[in-house]
């Protein structure tokens, strides 16, 4: 079974930067769409950022749309969050996910942030913005 390792969380000052990863050791991602979820205590999950198979789509959460950018490296099997002018609302815990694209003919620009049709987990890293 696909197994997912998140890396990278951190603790950082408001208005600081991280970049957070995602990989699949002994597997290969570039038939994955992936999604990334983030979860603060007592609130639900929440979807922040996807991108397709080929990266050729990406899509952003309202909440942080211009400040984080997701991208991927099939050559490396990893997939990053690249998280801009974060603010003490953006602590969490990020998860990443996996999502086998539908049988469609536009499969390969197809991501979602729809936390049901997920298939894979991480076990998730924490991200905490101190004020």
């Known amino acids: 079974q696909l197994r997912l390792v998140e890396s990278g969380g951190s603790l950082v000052q408001s208005g600081g930067s991280l970049r957070v990863s995602c990989a699949a050791p002994?597997?290969?991602?570039?038939?994955?769409?992936i999604s990334w979820f983030r979860q603060a205590p007592g609130k639900e999950r929440e979807g922040v950022s996807c991108?397709?198979?080929?990266?050729?789509?990406?899509n952003y959460g309202d909440s942080v749309k211009g400040r984080f950018t997701v991208s991927r490296d099939n050559a490396k099997n990893t997939v990053f969050l690249q998280m801009n002018s974060l603010q003490p609302e953006d602590t969490a815990v990020y998860f990443c996910?996996?999502?086998?694209?539908?049988?469609?003919?536009?499969?390969?620009?197809?991501?979602?942030?729809?936390?049901?049709?997920?298939?894979?987990w991480g076990q998730g890293t924490q991200v905490t913005v101190s004020v």
């Open positions: 002994g597997f290969t991602l570039d038939e994955y769409a």
């Open positions: 996910a996996a999502v086998t694209p539908p049988p469609i003919s536009a499969a390969d620009r197809w991501c979602t942030l729809t936390a049901y049709l997920v298939e894979n």
């Open positions: 991108i397709s198979t080929t990266g050729r789509t990406t």
